[in-house]
């Protein structure tokens, strides 16, 4: 019996272990490799990159420590980190659609699935993808490419999407288009 005891205690312990290492590339699978679209940097006109890491969004919050702020701390809870790259070209043509097939080719993946494609005859095209594990929503990618700029933001950690607006014109984070939630008024009884 003892030895019978001992190899349940293995295969739990084993199965732990392979549950925790999942949950953990999962949460990896949402941050995006991006420093391959550096090479864009010599032919743009201006060029953002923002890098806050989980360590670094410790830190950040305490930037957001006034009462009005209490909708963009609300809206970071969670997040473990915000990844921006903005590439400004002084003039059409100045980087091919495929230069960007790297970050492409990661939301292929299998937990990333697209949530919105709009794609225009001027050349606009803007996708918007979420790293999702069961519920459970491990990040957000949104892909801009424009004739004269290429955006690309990631943010990866568990995100309520109704608070995503929150973050526009934050820590890097452009103005995305989405609606900003407004609270709601209590009726007087």
């Known amino acids: 019996m003892n030895t019978l005891f001992r190899t349940t205690l293995r295969m739990v312990t084993t199965a732990l272990l392979i549950s925790a290492a999942a949950m953990i590339a999962n949460a990896q699978d949402a941050k995006l490799q991006l420093d391959q679209l550096d090479a864009l940097t010599n032919r743009a006109s201006e060029t953002v990159d923002v890098k806050i890491d ?11 420590k006034d009462a009005d702020d209490a909708d963009i701390r609300d809206a970071l809870k969670g997040v473990k980190g915000i990844y921006v790259k903005v590439f400004t070209f002084a003039k059409e043509g100045q980087y091919a659609p495929t230069e960007v097939e790297s970050v492409l080719t990661q939301l292929r993946g299998a937990n990333w699935s ?29 892909i801009s490419l424009e004739p004269k700029e290429i955006l690309v933001v990631n943010i990866v950690g568990p995100i309520d999407l109704s608070k995503l607006g929150r973050l526009e014109g934050t820590l890097g984070v452009p103005d995305l288009g989405i609606e900003k939630e407004t609270p709601k008024k209590k009726k007087d009884q």
Do not use: H, P
């Open 114 to 142: 697209r949530l919105v494609s709009v794609k225009s005859k001027d050349e606009d095209n803007v996708e918007v993808y979420l790293n999702q594990t069961g519920e459970q929503i491990n990040g957000v990618a949104v």
């Open 54 to 64: 989980e360590k670094t969004m410790k830190n950040v919050a305490f930037l957001f």
